[in-house]
């Protein structure tokens, strides 16, 4: 399991006012709430081959109606131990809440192929669900 603070989209979702994030003892360690349901949230990185990733990309595209339809539909992306593709999320384990970000590598570097997205209710578990 990824640490919040090793996250690249830390800082941003960190100014997220839904989200409260506390700094362990000595700031040692960060631990971040959803404070609707005053849930821990729990960050993860998973890496996608090119097909997948590009799948995942074009489903956080489309317009937030239709994303629960379409993850419903989609079949699980396999999971690389390295690839071009690194998915960066943000979720709660009562499955209403998701920060999403997937990063492309490229020079060396890995940068974002579009910008921070949140979801919550329905949109965000079909999400999870799909992970």
Do not use: W
């Not at 000595?26 to 990733?53: Q, R």
């Not at 970000?101 to 579009?114: S, V």
Request: charged content about 20%; proline content about 5%; some cysteine.
């Amino acid at each position: 399991m990824a640490k919040f603070k090793n996250l690249e989209m830390s800082s941003t979702l960190s100014t997220n006012p839904d989200i409260t994030v506390s700094n362990g003892f000595l700031g040692f360690g960060a631990k971040a709430i959803y404070t609707p349901t005053n849930t821990p949230l729990k960050a993860i990185i998973n890496y996608y081959n090119a097909e997948d990733g590009e799948k995942l990309v074009k489903l956080l595209q489309m317009p937030e109606e239709q994303i629960a339809e379409k993850a419903e539909k989609m079949r699980m992306p396999q999971k690389q131990s390295m690839s071009n593709y690194r998915l960066e999320a943000c979720l709660t384990a009562d499955k209403q809440f998701i920060a999403i970000q997937i990063f492309g590598y490229a020079d060396f570097k890995n940068t974002p192929l579009h910008e921070l997205c949140t979801y919550k209710g329905k949109t965000a578990e079909s999400i999870i669900n799909l992970l």
